[in-house]
């Protein structure tokens, strides 16, 4: 290298020494260029490099882009569905409601007053287009299922709530049923019915308080509904007699009866024999006194043999 003052120290010798039996060749560059080409070149690298780094993040927001878009559309058709199965269930929901107004009118409830079904979703009760869906925000569309989810239980809650008390309304009326004499209590004539009469001992008038039904010794007796027998033994006037409890504030009586096949506490159903027919107690032949007591009262046996 020249030195300061020498006027070839402002230029830069570059030597090119192609080999041993080459020539040697030398290149004077003036050194400010160097420095400018030195510049020049750390400016292109830098350049490249932040070229390089955008280039590589474009084609990750490319490819982030390129997912959420597929996903956009995968939570898109999703919500379509959502909608197709909240319309669904809704219309499951009205029929539901229409068969508990049915069943209301069959059991005799009260079906004036039906509980609304909310709609699901949209605006005064309609439902929501999956049309609207891509022209809404993404607060706004779950704020929208949500409402649709909030009026979906509730209305689910609400039929819930009424088809429980339907169902509890017809178990009791089945209940009641079962408990409510509708057959006849033993096969024969009725030969005396309820009300005023003639006493068959004295001749005098008097109220009888049951149908006396005549057969042949032996006829079985059967209970006419379920219950429990409430006494079963001897009487003065009715003889070997039972009594049964069916509840709702019904009992029957049974008097003059040969023989009785149950126990007191025991319970029986519908169709069940109780007894044989005969001439026990104060009677004047074989027949049944069948005597039906609601809350207490004597009522007309007859209203309660169906069959």
Known sequence: MSTRGDP?????????????????????????????????????GAALLTLSVDYVRARIQLSELDYLRGETREQHQQLVQYTEQLGAISSDLERISSFDRKLRVIANLDPADPIPLPGIGGVDG????????????RDRRHRRMLDSLSGLSNAATAQAERMAELVAHLEDQSARLSSTPSISPAKGWITSAFGYRSSPFTGGREFHRGLDIAGRLG??????????????GERRALGNS??????????????????????????VARGEQIGTLGSTGRSTGPHLHYQVQVNGVPVNPRNYILD
């Open 8 to 44: 070839n120290s402002e230029f830069v010798t570059l030597m090119y020494v192609p080999g041993r039996a080459g020539q040697i060749r030398r290149f004077h560059f003036p050194r400010f260029w160097m420095r400018r080409a030195t510049i020049a070149a750390a400016f292109l």
């Open 126 to 137: 309609e439902l929501i287009d999956p049309s609207e869906l891509p022209g809404l925000t």
């Open 219 to 232: 006829t079985p007796v059967y209970a006419p509904a379920d219950g429990v027998v409430r006494f079963a």
């Open 242 to 267: 039972v009594s049964l409890k069916h509840g709702y504030g019904v009992e029957s009586l049974y008097g003059h009866m040969n023989e009785i096949t149950v126990k007191r506490g025991q319970k």
